[in-house]
């Protein structure tokens, strides 16, 4: 059994003052049967009021606004997280494996993860890579989507910044180079183009000093969680060329990056914005105090502002931006 204690900062900071904020986190991780979140907290400045709600799919979604003029919003999000060793995943599948994995399709509820989305869309440069990796019916479910995993781990190379937030998924194809975000979506569309229901996971690695993850520890990451016959939601990650286990922590899983964003919001005004994210995943093997405070790191202080006010009346619109953060 593992227990990681988790820190998740967002600043954004404004070149001049806006006069409102909107936003939807999706930091809180999820409890499922080898997953548990003991304790979950997030801190907002400017101070407001913060909401909850959960979607469709299970994700715990914070939303607040912020109606008063201000040039920054931070954002700190606390996790305490327990995981339980995961079952191990069989080198294959019976040989019946296509038959019983299209029997589970028809008797579930999969469309979602089967039809193209926003991000994960099936262009003509996924369909000749299709071709190039022969991503066919052949072997069994497992055994293709292993091979897979493997392969898009040593056609990509791995480059942080090198792709956008929004950026299209043959940017990544073509170039070579992306972020883990790019690694899950052309890995969900591949595997869709063959009927395997795939899901996008946004969360954490846990890094320690003897992995050697091409991801950047001080990030969110994201991997593919494929639907197998007799196994359920098998989780990939294609950045590391790894079968997801317990340094994998989920906060939030969808059809693509589009419905699970750490962070999601407008604000009004009209300014240039610049965005900060810092992650911290610490590990232990006993559960920590789910009431310890956790020690801001010295190059955090500065940017977490307490404030000590409630938020000023709003001043007339002006113009809406989005905000959202890339995943690496």
């Known amino acids: ?15 001049h003052p806006i006069s409102e904020s909107i936003m939807e986190t999706r930091m809180h991780p999820r409890s499922d049967s080898t997953q548990h979140c003991l304790n979950f907290s997030l801190s907002v400045s400017p101070r407001c009021r913060v909401f909850s709600y959960r979607d469709h799919q299970g994700n715990t979604v914070q939303h607040f606004d912020i109606p008063g003029e201000h040039n920054q919003l931070v954002i700190v999000a606390e996790s305490i997280i327990e995981q339980q060793p995961s079952p191990g995943v069989p080198s294959f599948l019976s040989p019946d494996a296509w038959p019983a994995l299209d029997d589970l399709i028809e008797s579930g509820d999969y469309w979602e993860m089967l039809l193209p989305s926003t991000f994960a869309v099936e262009t003509p ?45 043959d940017e990544a194809i073509v ?17 869709r183009h063959v009927r395997i229901p795939a899901r996008y996971v946004s969360g954490y690695l846990y890094r320690s000093r003897e992995d050697h993850d091409r991801s950047t520890p001080d990030a969110t990451h994201a991997w593919v969680e494929a639907l197998m016959p007799h196994l359920g939601w098998v989780g990939f990650d294609p950045t590391n060329n790894l079968v997801a ?45 789910l009431d310890r405070k956790m020690p801001i790191p010295e190059d955090w202080s500065v940017l977490v502002e307490r404030a000590q006010q409630p938020p000023e009346a709003p001043i007339p619109f002006i113009d809406l931006q989005q905000m959202q953060q890339q995943q690496q």
């Open 125 to 169: 440069a996924v369909t000749l890579l299709a071709k190039q990796m022969d991503v066919a019916r052949r072997d069994d479910p497992l055994m293709l989507v292993q091979e897979l995993n493997q392969r898009l781990f040593e056609y990509f190379e791995y480059v942080p910044s090198h792709t956008r937030v929004d950026s299209p998924i």
């Open 245 to 289: 286990h317990h340094r994998h922590i989920r906060t939030a899983v969808g059809r693509d990056y589009a419905d699970v964003p750490p962070t999601h919001g407008i604000f009004r005004g009209r300014t240039d914005s610049e965005l900060y994210v810092a992650v911290q995943v610490e590990a232990s093997e006993t559960a920590p105090a």
């Open 175 to 191: 170039s070579g180079k992306g972020v883990c975000q790019d690694f899950a979506h052309t890995m969900i569309a591949l595997l």
């Open 1 to 15: 059994m593992n227990f990681y204690s988790i820190r998740h900062l967002t600043r954004f900071r404004y070149a």
